[in-house]
């Protein structure tokens, strides 16, 4: 069984209650604090920077963050989100003027490195850097805003990253963003998937229960993540 990890993007949590929110998702049993980070350029909205990141590391939060940069362009904010607490940070190779170099200032800053693909952008950049990725992050969705339906065309990319993946022999992970429910994570984690993003279904089926709390829809992604059957 793959090592899958659940990572709530806090994009749907109550940016009023933060640090409580992100405390109960990670109680819950989740894995990763997802950050979409949007610049109202790159993609049409504006959301958070690296202060909302140290502010939660400040705050005790000890789980691995993995930043999702929706900027362009990005190396000037990398090593910004790195001294914020970041772990992972992953960007389009669209924003970026020399991919190699974006992603080599990622590990030299000190944190591990992906790249972010948008579902009609090709995975021919891999070609030339797997040996500098440490996660794939495939959008199911345009990137921009949270809420959206899954993009169903992404299942068989997804099983073509796996395939690039398993061929490198590298430990790379392979993450999925954008629609990812209690009724397809099985499915999207049967086509390659071992991180899972997922906003609105965490955090809004939280707020109908009691005291903010998430157990409830994470054991149930747990629950149908066991039942898959991977090669």
């Known amino acids: 069984m793959r090592d899958y990890k659940i990572a709530p993007s806090i994009l749907s949590a109550d940016f009023a209650r933060l640090g409580e929110e992100v405390d109960n998702v990670l109680a819950a049993g989740a894995d990763i604090v997802h950050f979409d980070v949007m610049d109202n350029h790159y993609v049409p909205n504006l959301t958070i920077g690296p202060l909302v990141c140290e502010a ?22 990398i090593p910004d989100f790195a001294k914020a607490g970041a772990t992972y940070i992953t960007f389009h190779p669209e924003a970026s003027e020399h991919i190699d170099r974006s992603l080599s200032l990622v590990r030299d800053s000190g944190c591990k490195s992906g790249l972010v693909f948008n ?73 390659g998937a071992d991180t899972f993003v997922a906003g609105s279904a965490i955090f809004g089926a939280g707020r109908t229960s009691d005291a903010h709390r998430y157990d409830t829809v994470v054991k149930a992604m747990r629950a149908e993540l066991e039942k898959a059957k991977v090669g």
């Open 56 to 77: 939660l590391r400040k705050h005790g939060v000890k789980a691995d963050i993995d930043v999702h940069l929706m900027v362009k362009p990005v190396d000037r904010i």
């Open 119 to 191: 579902p009609a952008t090709p995975l021919d950049y891999l070609d030339y850097v797997m040996d500098k990725v440490d996660m794939i992050l495939l959008m199911s969705v345009n990137p921009g805003f949270g809420g959206q339906s899954f993009i169903s065309s992404s299942l068989p990319k997804l099983r073509e990253a796996r395939r690039l993946i398993e061929k490198s022999g590298r430990d790379i992970r392979l993450e999925i963003d954008g629609g990812v429910k209690v009724d397809n994570i099985r499915q999207i984690a049967e086509a």
